[in-house]
């Protein structure tokens, strides 16, 4: 089996059912994709197969043989972060960072696929990651942010904007 | 042990590879099977994979459909059928409805603590046909007589005909992940007849024939309906709680049915 992940042609020994999950995180030592329920239930494995955000813990290897798989590891670098992964920080989108990787990777899906800044709209699409930390507003917040073009310094953090959105208690 | 993992390339070396289905585990989406194999529930020796067997081919012929078995599920809402739309659209999330096939739907086996396989109702009220093959070659029945005879059959396609008006209504439930509850599907033909059906009950979905006797009060036919079905009692609901909130269903589809006359 052959996978292009994060651009690069990688050829893949795992078996054929072993999960995609597996294969990044075991095989090929990418560990972005987090191993959450590996059941479907949290989210926190959601990769780019060929574009569309999938649970890589629901997906057998030989099903997705020859597609390209973005992973955080493609979205930006450390020196050079990536919109979303801006706007993840700047908006304080993150605090366990556990459902972070599958929140991104779903935004942006979402992103692409032109969504709006509409917050339900967002939530719909992020309607299957779980966040045990956050209460999601913030991650809603960096999202709209992304779809609007706000840039950012992602050394800044938006203080309170949680606060202001349940009600200005800031 | 290491499975034998088969790939057809085509409906028919599908069906050849498939044989009378003995011990072969056939997977669609893979989102119920997958779960299987990583907590080592199931260790399959042989396993037919489809995702390239081109059964995902829709076919529309003036009213009637033909959906080959693993059309994901998020693809019925291009139909434009209100009440399957509905009814695909309250499976699991975007992600899982774009990965997740028709036929797995249809062949998932009871869930350990909740009933699953929600298209089954839309399609039942439908009145689906499926064609499918096995031990005694193909076979093309009604859902509802294929239903409990589902193992070790392999579906290839789902037929119906667009009804003039349908519609869905569930319990709703606080997150995507929860199964649904109890829902009730139900359409109406350009001949006026209606056609009502449950999923979240004992066992497969299940007709309401008695509700739909009833069908023009929608009171009797609510009350009706709890003859028509044994309640699940799970970890997401007792029985009584089902028996319950059963005719309210029936009377919310049965609202939805009249409003779009
Ligand atoms: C988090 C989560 C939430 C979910 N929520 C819901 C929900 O709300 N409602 C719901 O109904 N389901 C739900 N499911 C279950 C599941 O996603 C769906 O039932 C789905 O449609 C199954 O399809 P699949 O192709 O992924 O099945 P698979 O895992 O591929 O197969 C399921 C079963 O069907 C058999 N099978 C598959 N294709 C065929 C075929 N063509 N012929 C014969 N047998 C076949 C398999 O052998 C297996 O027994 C959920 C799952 C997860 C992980
Ligand atoms: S690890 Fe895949 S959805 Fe939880
Ligand atoms: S940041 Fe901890 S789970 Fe989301």
Redesign the pocket.
């Known amino acids: 089996m052959n996978l292009t992940i994060n651009g690069v042609e990688t050829p893949i020994e795992s078996g054929p059912l072993t999960s995609l999950l597996d294969v990044l995180r075991e095989e090929l030592g990418i560990t972005s994709p987090k191993a959450g329920c590996e059941?479907?239930?949290c989210g926190a494995c959601t990769v780019l197969v060929d574009g569309e955000p999938r649970r890589s813990c629901?997906t057998p290897a030989a099903s997705v043989d020859g597609a390209a798989i973005t992973t955080v590891e493609g979205l930006g670098t450390p020196e050079n972060l990536s919109p979303v992964q801006q706007a993840f920080t700047h908006h304080y989108a993150a605090q366990c960072g556990f459902c972070t990787s599958g929140m991104m990777m779903a935004s942006q899906a979402y992103i692409d696929g032109g969504g709006t800044d509409d917050r339900e709209a967002i939530q719909h699409a992020l309607g299957?990651h779980v966040c045990r930390c956050t209460g999601y507003v913030k991650i809603i917040d960096a999202v709209a942010a992304v779809v609007r073009g706000e840039s950012f310094d992602p050394n800044v953090t938006a203080a309170g904007t949680a606060m202001t959105n349940l009600g200005g208690m800031a | 042990m290491a499975s034998e993992v088969l790939m057809p390339s085509s409906p028919s070396e599908a069906v050849s590879l498939f044989g009378d289905g003995a011990a072969t585990?056939?997977?669609?989406?893979?989102?119920?099977?997958?779960?299987e194999i990583t907590y080592g529930r199931l260790a399959p020796d042989r396993v037919l994979l489809?995702t390239n067997a081109g059964?995902d081919t829709v076919a529309v012929d003036g009213d009637t459909i033909t959906i080959g078995?693993?059309t994901r599920?998020d693809a019925l809402a291009e139909l434009g059928i209100d009440g399957l739309t509905a009814c695909a659209g309250?499976?699991?999330?975007g992600e899982?409805r774009s990965?997740?096939?028709?036929?797995?739907?249809l062949?998932?086996?009871q869930g350990h603590e909740a009933p699953?396989?929600?298209?089954q109702g839309a399609l039942l009220a439908l009145d689906a046909t499926v064609r499918?093959t096995g031990s005694d070659g193909e076979r093309t029945e009604s859902l509802e007589t294929f239903l409990p005879h589902?193992h070790a059959?392999?579906?290839?396609e789902v037929n119906f005909t667009r009804p003039a008006a349908s519609a869905f209504a569930a319990l709703e439930y606080p997150h995507?992940?929860e199964?649904?509850v109890l829902a009730v599907s139900g359409t109406r033909t350009a001949d006026g007849t209606i056609r009502l059906a449950a999923t979240g009950v004992a066992g497969p979905g299940a007709r309401l024939r008695s509700a739909e006797s009833a069908a023009s009060d929608p009171e009797a036919a609510g009350a009706a309906a709890v003859n028509d079905v044994t309640f699940a009692d799970d970890s997401l609901a007792s029985a009584w709680y089902r028996e319950q909130t059963l005719p309210v269903l029936v009377r919310r589809v049965l609202a939805q049915l009249e409003e779009s006359t």
């Open positions: 059941q479907g239930g629901l299957g | 585990t056939v997977i669609g989406g893979g989102t119920v099977v997958m779960p489809l059964l078995a693993t599920v309250n499976v699991a999330d899982i990965q997740a096939t028709v036929g797995g739907n062949c998932v086996g699953r396989g929600d298209l499918s589902r059959r392999l579906v290839l995507t992940h199964y649904t």
